[in-house]
């Protein structure tokens, strides 16, 4: 089993925010805010076996954002919001550390 982490960052001012991974939800909140301080609003480490897997990030009122990981390669999915609102995904080998 891998640890994967999937952290919302920047841009983030009080949406409803759904992660799934493989079609399963990991993280459904409401009111999703970025606190300045640190570049972070939520984050959730999961296991997933060995092998691709699906990452699809729902904000409100904008199109899904879909992404495929290699658990083996990726250890973290880093989610911001552009100035228009919608979602665009970071993968990352290493997992993000946050003060």
């Known amino acids: 089993m891998n640890v994967l982490k999937i952290a919302l960052?920047?841009?983030f001012s009080g949406q409803h925010?759904?992660?799934s991974v493989d079609g399963a939800v990991v993280l459904d909140e409401t009111d999703v805010r970025t606190r300045?301080?640190?570049g972070?609003?939520?984050s959730v480490e999961i296991e997933v076996p060995d092998g691709r897997h699906s990452v699809e990030v729902q904000v409100e009122g904008v199109p899904p954002?879909?992404?495929e990981v290699d658990a083996a390669d990726i250890k973290a999915v880093r989610i911001?919001?552009?100035a228009e609102g919608r979602p665009v995904a970071v993968t990352s080998r290493e997992r993000p550390r946050y003060l």
Request: hydrophobic share 45%; net charge neutral.
């Open 65 to 67: 954002l879909r992404t």
């Open 9 to 11: 960052e920047e841009g």
């Open 17 to 19: 925010v759904t992660v």
């Open 80 to 82: 911001s919001l552009t």
């Open 36 to 38: 300045l301080q640190i």
């Open 40 to 42: 972070l609003a939520k």
